[in-house]
Antibody, heavy 120, light 107 residues
């Protein structure tokens, strides 16, 4: 059974940093692209970033480019999102999600989400 | 960037009704489209990928169609557990984008 468990969310001041983690199990981690999607309170879904199965290709939304970094650790089967220079508009639930297969970017398994609140 | 426009933004329907949701891409995306269902307080779930392929485990009352710029999600006979918000998402190129969502409410 595929499991994705996010952690690392919390309250942070504007300008601060957080690192989100997504522990993956139940599938061959290196065979699937992974994606972060966020959802601001009461709003729709927003794609944030994706990384290919081999980690060679990363992509970012313009709203986070230069501030967020996606990465993955194959020894720990864990996906990360390093978030720097956080802004109030980054406040959201952050979900990690797995591809149906590497490179499709259809998201067939999702974590439960972790809440990031950026506020002073 | 490709923009995804969903309509309607909300729909009121009764159990047993046929419900249709549309999604329009700002440029052609072939069949690189997915549909998701999200219930309150839960993560989204994949219903349809490749515009018309039913994800494993999803009831057959859900179907998807379309290609190019115009796509449709149809629920043939609405069930009580189907009341939720539905999103389309293109997977044609980066940046990926989602539609604004369609909330299906009880009439």
């Amino acid at each position: 059974e595929v499991q994705l468990l996010e952690s690392g969310g919390g309250l942070v001041q504007p300008g601060g940093s957080l690192r989100l983690s997504c522990a993956a199990s139940g599938f061959t981690f290196s065979s699937y692209a992974m994606t972060w999607v966020r959802q601001a309170p009461g709003k729709g879904l927003e794609w944030v970033s994706s990384i290919s199965g081999d980690g060679a290709r990363t992509n970012y939304a313009d709203s986070v480019k230069g501030r967020f970094t996606i990465s993955r650790d194959y020894s720990k089967n864990t996906l990360y999102l390093q978030m720097n220079s956080l802004r109030a508009e980054d406040t959201a639930i952050y979900y990690c999600a797995k591809d149906t297969r590497d490179g499709t970017y259809y998201l067939d398994d999702w974590g439960q989400g972790t809440l990031v609140t950026v506020s002073s | 960037d490709i923009q995804m426009t969903q309509s309607p933004s909300s729909v009121s329907a009764s159990v047993g009704d046929r419900v249709t949701i549309t999604c329009r891409a700002s440029q052609g995306i072939s069949s690189y489209l997915a549909w998701y269902q999200q219930k309150p307080g839960k993560a989204p779930e994949l219903l349809i990928y490749g515009a018309s392929s039913l994800q494993s485990g999803v009831p057959s009352r859900f179907s998807g169609s379309g290609s190019g710029t115009d796509f449709t999600l149809t629920i043939s006979s609405l069930q009580p557990e189907d009341f939720a918000t539905f999103y389309c998402q293109h997977a044609n190129s980066f940046p990926l984008t989602f539609g604004g969502g369609t909330k299906v409410e009880i009439k």
